[in-house]
């Protein structure tokens, strides 16, 4: 059993940074994808970036050039750092790990932007 703990969700203006940290137990296999989705109000959850153990990235569209995911195998934590956020970024956030067949998550942190 994988359990995700993320942090580093708040308030913060728009065109602010912030970065979120997903800690997982156990470590991190080669076939693991990490990822992190988001769900606004009334919105079904959506992918916002993916990594693999080796550094492999993918990013949502409405992100790109703003968010950069990145993995730290030896901490078994995965980082989202959010630059330029705008108030169609404020969501839960939800860290993410794919082993398999099986999909784990974290608990979620709010993030709102807004002045």
């Known amino acids: 059993q994988v359990q995700l703990v993320e942090s580093g969700g708040g308030l913060v203006q728009p065109g602010g940074s912030l970065r979120l940290s997903c800690a997982a137990s156990?470590?991190?296999?080669?076939?693991?994808?990490m990822g992190w989705y988001r769900q606004a109000p009334g919105k079904e959850r959506e992918l916002v970036a993916t990594?693999?153990?080796?550094?492999?990235?993918n990013y949502a569209d409405p992100v790109k050039g703003r968010f950069t995911i990145s993995i730290d195998n030896v901490k078994n934590m995965v980082a989202l750092q959010m630059d330029s956020l705008k108030p169609e970024d404020t969501a839960v956030y939800y860290c993410n790990l794919v082993r398999g067949l099986r999909k784990y998550w974290g608990q979620g942190t709010q993030v709102t932007v807004s002045s």
């Open positions: 990594i693999i153990r080796h550094g492999n990235t």
């Open positions: 156990g470590i991190f296999f080669s076939n693991d994808v």
